[in-house]
């Protein structure tokens, strides 16, 4: 039969190789707290750093209106940080197109897009619009999600996981992908997006910890008996 001294060591050794979760870490963008940085200003767009991500949006930034419509002015409907983001379709410049975000990791890892709130700039009810999410891992695309949006300007959406448009297309998809285009053929505004990195080491838990103490505490009883009887 083996020793109370043999059990206790196997209890010990068993708790070191447990099998431990990992915890990722959930970002929910936009809160004040949080600061960001402009990195990058190109003719049609801005990059900003923020929390490990880099966030880049179109900005029809050559628009003009005004006497003559001669002179830069942009637009007038904007969401800015740290309310959200903008993106403008372009009209003028070297590349137009539509509105875009992309959004990415500072150091190029995976990560997941879990949820979103945007709001809408600009009327496109009467289109059947979607808001078309591009992923891309090493620069391949993977499936493209495609979300409602169609509606009036200043009408919001939200979708997750679980929080579907009315075909029941969500966000369940957007895992694993370093890079993710958001786009819409009007202006609109991410309000909200929630990103997980579930690429963090594990960490024990609690109670991986208190095996490994109880197997040790009975290691060290049953030495103790030892020396005492050998006494």
Known sequence: ?????????????????????????????????????????????????????????????LFTGGVGLTTPIGRTQIVQ?????????????????????????????VFDLDALNFKLL???????ADLEITPMLDGNDGPQVFLDASGSYSNTFSYSTTLSDYRGFNTSTLKGYDTYNL??????????????DPSLLPVPEPET????????????????RRKQAAA
């Open 81 to 109: 940080w740290p309310t959200g983001l903008h993106a403008q379709a372009v009209t003028s410049g070297p590349v137009t197109g539509p509105a875009q975000i992309t959004i990415r990791r500072v150091d190029g890892g």
């Open 1 to 61: 039969m083996p020793s109370k001294l043999a059990l206790a060591t196997a209890a010990s050794l068993c708790a070191l190789f447990l099998p431990v979760p990992v915890h990722a870490v959930t970002t929910t963008f936009f809160d004040a707290s949080q600061t960001m940085t402009l990195v990058a200003s190109g003719t049609t767009s801005d990059t900003i750093s923020t929390e490990g991500y880099l966030f880049t949006y179109t900005l029809d930034k």
């Open 183 to 196: 786009s819409l053929f009007v202006d609109f505004a991410l309000t909200g997006v929630t990103l997980t």
């Open 209 to 224: 910890y208190g095996m490994m103490l109880a197997g040790l505490g009975l290691v060290g009883l049953a030495m103790r």
């Open 122 to 128: 600009a009327n496109t009810w009467a289109t059947g």
